[in-house]
């Protein structure tokens, strides 16, 4: 089991009430849950802002009627399939496709990646989920 390590912080009132607030409505147990998705948050960010290998996932909603589209698609995985974990596409409905690339890779590159894609006429909604491969979060190896 991990350590916990305890620690009193001094915060200003207002600051603290709308923190409490705001926790309250994503439903944390506590402060120190709360606290603890801060920290975590900041260090997946600075792993990606300076760290060598990141994890995430692009997601992409797009309709595959459009002309080209779907090729084009393949051909920039192909093109970085070294940052490619693996793909998910599912068929939303009859026009729409939502897909899952899982990313694995220097940071730059794998923001680059997320980017052409998320560029590409037809792409009604793209997003870079950023995670960490758990190493900055001080999780054992
Ligand atoms: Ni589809």
């Known amino acids: 089991m991990t350590d916990l390590f305890r620690f009193g912080i001094s915060v200003e009132k207002e600051l603290i009430e709308e923190f409490d607030a705001c926790i309250r409505k994503k439903n944390y147990a506590n402060r120190s849950e709360a606290f603890r998705d801060l920290i975590r948050q900041e260090l997946i ?3 990606w ?6 994890v995430g996932a692009i997601i992409l909603l797009y309709n595959h009627h459009r002309k080209d589209l779907l ?3 393949t051909t920039i995985q ?4 070294n940052l490619i974990i693996s793909t998910q596409h599912i068929h939303l409905d009859r026009d729409d496709c939502l897909e899952i690339v899982a990313v694995r890779g220097e940071p730059v590159k794998v923001q680059w990646l997320a980017d052409r894609l998320k560029a590409l006429k037809g792409v009604k ?3 870079l989920a950023m995670s960490s491969t758990g190493h900055a ?4 190896p």
Do not use: F, M, N, W
């Open 71 to 73: 090729s084009k698609i």
């Open 45 to 47: 960010r600075e792993e």
């Open 137 to 140: 979060l001080g999780d054992s």
């Open 125 to 127: 909604h793209g997003t």
């Open 78 to 81: 192909h093109d970085h399939q």
């Open 49 to 54: 802002a300076e760290g060598d290998e990141v």
